[in-house]
């Protein structure tokens, strides 16, 4: 299971959001589940479009970004 966490914050009517883990992620919800279901859309569709442009057959490892 892959988790993030979910900053937020109210804006006039509604609740804007961003991922901490992805700090280009941002949406916006009239309620908190409402948020939650948007940031999920955002990061998919990022995820989605962060791999244009890589050959299929690419490879991947984890690393660690900080010590």
Known sequence: MKTGTLL???????LVGRLRERSDIFSQGKTLEELELNIKDALHLMEDT???GIPQAYQAK??????
């Open 50 to 52: 962060d791999l244009e």
């Open 62 to 67: 984890e690393i660690v970004l900080e010590a």
């Open 8 to 14: 937020y914050w109210q804006d006039g009517d509604w």
